[in-house]
């Protein structure tokens, strides 16, 4: 079996020190240089031709942001970030994620060896995804570019809207998933029936994420506080380390915010918020799951399709991950497979009809 050759960069001795113990345990993994800069990691990837990059944030003569830039244009290939969990370092990984990176991890604040080794699994996993994973470079083209080319979708007319007010969009994602929800939901218009998003995410990271998704979109974006009301032109992001629910009480929908077990390894968890959907709005629903590896939200998605909602998988072309489209398409709880660019539009026609 071929090894997954890994390249890691980072200006901490230590950090590449760990990183290479722990990658070295899994047999499917080669960690075949490091670099303490992105100078240096330039000639290495050119000698060492790495199928994966591990990228620090914050290092000395060149930040990792630019370096990244730099790479994606000239040399695209998948890059996990290593993030620190501020609100700066919060800010720069999901620009990294904007410029193409395919994933992060976040360094522990104390005890970094003890620490990396309690998510090393979690590397080890991302890792494996990102050695698999589409890459989108910076030069243009592709099913899974930026948004800047993509003309907004017409707003439906009000008469439609009207017919639709009680109908609720819950969308999951994980790897390449701020980006896949980020182009669904600049293109829908204000008065859009009400989202529910669970994307796998640490804590605060989504706090930061719902912020810049709200300054990006006509619809209003921010993450979910425990009994919020599920209100039209409103998308509610499950935070970090919690399963986000939908209530219902009446004819009012609400979410509910619990710390419960994990789900298929994940709290949040896909699973645990279209369960919910499909309990409380059953045939009034819409249920979308995009990119991301692992199966979480296929089995509940087939729950979903059961109660009469509309459902959507995105397809493996403009996945960065096709691993948890492919295990609800598997199941059988796809009404349809669409593309990513498709995706915004059918949801318009649905809730319009």
Partial sequence: MKKIRVLTV??????????AMLLAKDPQIEVVGSAPDPYIARERIKALNPDVLTLDVEMPKMDGLT???????????PVV???SLTEAGCQTTFRALELGAVDFITKPKID????????????????KAASVARVRGQSGGGKFDQKASLPPLP??????????TDTIIAIGSSTGGTEAVKEILERLPPHTPPILITQHMPERFT??????????????????????????????????NYHMTLVRSGARYTVHINQDPPVNRHRPSVDVMFASVA??????????ILTGMGGDGAKEMLTMKQAGAFTI??????????GMPKEAIKAGAADKVLPLDDIAGAILAHVSC
Wanted: net charge neutral.
């Fill in 10 to 19: 980072d200006d901490s001795a230590l950090m590449r020190q760990v990183l």
């Fill in 67 to 77: 370096f990244l830039e730099k790479l994606m244009r000239g040399h695209p290939m």
């Fill in 81 to 83: 970030m290593v993030s």
């Fill in 112 to 127: 970094l060896q003890e620490g990396m080794a309690e998510i090393a699994q979690e590397l080890i996993a991302k890792i």
């Fill in 155 to 164: 707003i439906p007319s009000s008469t439609a809207m009207i017919k639709t």
């Fill in 207 to 240: 706090k930061t994420w719902a912020d810049r998704l709200n300054k990006l979109c006509r619809i209003d974006v921010r993450e979910a506080r425990d009994g919020d009301s599920v209100l039209p032109g409103h998308a509610l992001i499950a935070p970090g």
């Fill in 279 to 288: 309990r409380y709005a059953g045939a009034n629903a819409v249920g979308i």
């Fill in 313 to 322: 998988a995105q397809d493996e072309a403009s996945c960065v991950v096709f």
